[in-house]
């Protein structure tokens, strides 16, 4: 039987940080033996804020080293830029047309991202979660391994993928979401009642980015905010406390009950040191391996070729199949 299909993507609008290795990253590894994936780099999405256009070259070819780093097989799956496969403007243009106003004015992204870039809000921001359902349904996707941030973005996708088919009959796959279940959402470290974002760039304490040194992700642990309580307890009142228990659960693979139990009993301190090593462990192999890797860029260069090849082949097929369907010529 065939296997089913995983996608999912990030943008290289700066270095990934521990949410977004914990969110995603770390299960894009583990699915590969089960599903056929397809992994992107959504530089696409990345411009929908001001990028500086070299940084935006040089983080994108820093994604793909991280993307191998992490053990991402790009022989048997399907890794490649989101702009050197032009099926997802065209295909995002037609859904446009099969999406409402209201739909994308209820986002929290948007809301969010307009409140933090006031001064560029622009119309790419907006139809956003629009370009997210055009990368997803191309592919015939059955599962999107996301953080809990991306949800909202996931639900629009269905929706927009079931209008389309009812109207047109079956088009395209109905994805599901696969979101762990700790480390869905990792906070801030000096402001835990926000999520953790890379291009956070106000306070470098709050982010830690998996290619920080190791000594600096160590401090930054444990300098994270705690709370004037000695109990190390997973709870609404103890958000910072609560935040480096799921990055411990999920650095580690315990549950968060299983994680409060290794610390009955111990200071704060004695359980930042504990977080603090876990996450230096998991991530120092992934830093050596990203420094070759990213050191072979005619390595780097023929993935990237291999990759648009194959992944414009999948979408081209999705694309035909729609642009037959609302009636535009097929080529
Ligand atoms: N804090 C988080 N905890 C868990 N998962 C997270 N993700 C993001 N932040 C967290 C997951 O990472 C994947 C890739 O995200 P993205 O690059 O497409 O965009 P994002 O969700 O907007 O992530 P950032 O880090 O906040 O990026 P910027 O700062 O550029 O907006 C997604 O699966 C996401 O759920």
Not at 161 to 177: K, L, M, S
Not at 245 to 262: F, H, M, P, R
Not at 263 to 277: H, L, M, P, R, S
Request: with cysteine.
């Amino acid at each position: 039987m065939d296997k089913k299909v995983i996608y999912s993507a990030m943008q290289p609008s700066g270095v990934p940080s521990l949410g977004n290795y914990l969110g995603a990253l770390k299960n894009w590894k583990n699915l590969q033996d089960e599903f056929n994936c397809i992994f992107a780099m959504a530089n696409m999405h990345a411009i929908t804020v001001r990028q500086d256009p070299s940084e935006l070259k040089k983080n994108t070819r820093n994604l793909l080293a991280l993307f191998l780093a992490i053990g991402i097989d790009p022989k048997e799956h399907i890794v490649y830029v989101q702009s050197d496969v032009r099926a997802h403007a065209e295909m995002s243009w037609i859904l446009n047309c099969y999406t409402y106003m209201g739909e994308l004015q209820r986002m929290t992204q948007f809301k969010d991202k307009s409140a933090k870039h006031e001064d560029n809000i622009n119309a790419g921001l907006f139809t956003y979660p629009v370009l997210m359902a055009a990368d997803i349904l191309l592919y015939q996707a059955d599962l999107v391994p996301v953080g809990e941030d991306q949800r909202q973005h996931l639900e629009i996708t269905r929706d927009i993928a079931e209008r389309f088919n009812n109207i047109y009959g079956d088009v395209f796959t109905i994805p599901e979401g696969y979101i762990p279940k700790v480390g869905a959402r990792i906070m801030g470290l000096q402001n835990p009642e926000r999520k953790m974002s890379k291009s956070e760039s106000d306070n470098p304490n709050n982010v830690i980015y998996i290619l920080d040194d190791l000594n600096n992700i160590a401090n930054k642990i444990k300098r994270a905010v705690t709370d004037s309580d000695t109990e190390v307890r997973y709870g609404e009142d103890k958000p910072g406390i609560s935040n480096l228990l799921n990055i411990y659960g999920a650095v580690t693979g315990k549950s968060i009950e299983e994680a409060e139990a290794d610390f009955k009993g111990a200071n704060y301190g004695e359980f930042k040191k504990c977080v603090a090593d876990a996450v230096v462990e998991e991530l120092r192999p992934i830093q050596e391996r990203f420094k070759e890797i990213s050191a072979d860029k005619e390595y780097l260069n023929t993935v990237m070729a291999e990759g648009a090849e194959r992944a414009s082949k999948i979408a081209d097929k999705t694309l035909a199949k729609a642009r037959k369907k609302v009636g535009f010529a097929v080529r």
